[in-house]
């Protein structure tokens, strides 16, 4: 694969923790228009004159909580994990951010400098559809292509949440977290083993309506995400739900032994639900004193896992009566997600039809 390059593409961060470059970022990702779904101006009033006058602020402080020496922990981590996978590569290995640095327009036009590369393998590091993540990486990269007139052709990673692997990653990063009393006290019951809450990212009940191909199935019933249906390739929620049924059917759990919630909401739109915190608070009343939180929907520890889940969702728990709450980290540099990623480069990848809503091709 001498003429193919890796372009690796994550959700992006602030370059900074302090309250300018969190409101450049928030500015930037909140005027997709995949992210708000709504006409232009619109989008504009709400971004700025509900969000950006107060959220940089509250922002910046929770970033400076998760901030580490090497910066963001989304994007070291991201080029840790881009490291990791050239090391086990011929072929260039490259890093993007759909918000921030670095952006996926930097990144094409400096695979474009290399002559020999005619083929962009392009990885959205998001293993469930939606028009706000995978989607808009998608776009952003063929808008670079046509801007720029580059000769590249972009081949792209379909989601991946119910490929083997990628369970068999979650389940063995999550295991040392969910067995960790029961190692310490092989006699501990199994009814005191603590409680698992799958927690996802949320997204608005309007983004699965206008993504359905259908028109007629996402929400339409209550089990509308176990009836089959060509709108399932791109459904966030039955995808979120299949991960967690693939998941909770290899560690063998039952149902009482975990339950599914969706975190990170913003604005006054109907989204998904249940929510995270109020999850967080239900399990607290219903007894249970100890609650492992895995993250399924990021592949890398960020803002909305490190302080939304590990401080904020702790507090939460424990104020409302519960004793210990864990998070699982992300797949990060697991060794499984690693060989995971050159699996994928190094396997001549295969056209799927991958239709997007508006009856466009990916691939």
């Known amino acids: 694969m001498n003429n193919q390059a890796v372009l690796l593409a994550n959700l992006g961060s602030p370059d900074d923790c302090k309250e300018q470059p969190v409101r450049e970022y928030l500015n930037q990702f909140l005027m997709d228009p995949y992210v708000i779904q709504v006409p232009w101006l619109i989008r504009r009033m709400i971004v700025s004159l509900f969000v950006l006058p107060k959220r940089p602020k509250d922002s910046a402080e929770a970033y400076r909580q998760v901030w580490t020496d090497k910066g963001s922990p989304l994007v070291s981590f991201s080029k840790e994990l881009r490291e990791k996978v050239q090391s086990k590569l011929t072929q260039p290995v490259h890093l993007a951010m759909r918000y921030g640095n670095p952006s996926i327009e930097s990144q094409l036009l400096e695979i474009a400098e290399n002559p020999a590369i005619e083929e962009v393998f392009f990885i959205p590091l998001y293993p469930h559809y939606a028009d706000s993540t995978v989607t808009t990486s998608i776009r952003e990269a063929e808008r670079i292509i046509k801007e720029h007139n580059l000769a590249l052709r972009l081949r792209v990673k379909a989601p991946f949440y119910n490929e083997a692997k990628y369970i068999d990653a979650l389940v063995e990063n999550a295991s040392p977290y969910l067995f960790e009393r029961s190692v310490s006290n092989p006699e501990q019951p199994e009814s005191d083993a603590p409680h698992l809450l799958f927690s996802y990212h949320g997204l608005p009940e309007s983004h699965l309506i206008k993504a359905d191909p259908t028109g007629s199935h996402c929400l339409k019933s209550a089990d509308c995400c176990t009836q089959n249906s060509a709108a399932h390739q791109f459904c966030y929620r039955h995808q979120v739900l299949e991960t967690t049924r693939l998941f909770v059917e290899k560690m063998g759990l039952s149902e009482e032994q975990y339950t599914v919630a969706f975190q990170s909401r913003l604005g006054r739109a109907k989204w998904l639900e249940p929510s995270t915190e109020n999850t967080l608070i239900e399990l607290a009343k219903k007894g249970i004193k100890d609650v492992v939180v895995i ?69």
């Open 295 to 363: 993250c399924p929907a990021f592949v890398t520890d960020c803002l909305e896992t490190l302080e939304e889940i590990a401080i904020q969702g702790q507090e939460t728990f424990l104020e409302a009566g519960g004793h210990s709450l864990k998070l699982a980290p992300c797949l990060n540099l697991h060794p499984d997600w690693v060989d995971m990623i050159v699996d994928w480069c190094s396997q001549i990848p295969v056209m799927q039809d991958t239709a997007t809503n508006k009856g466009e091709t990916l691939s």
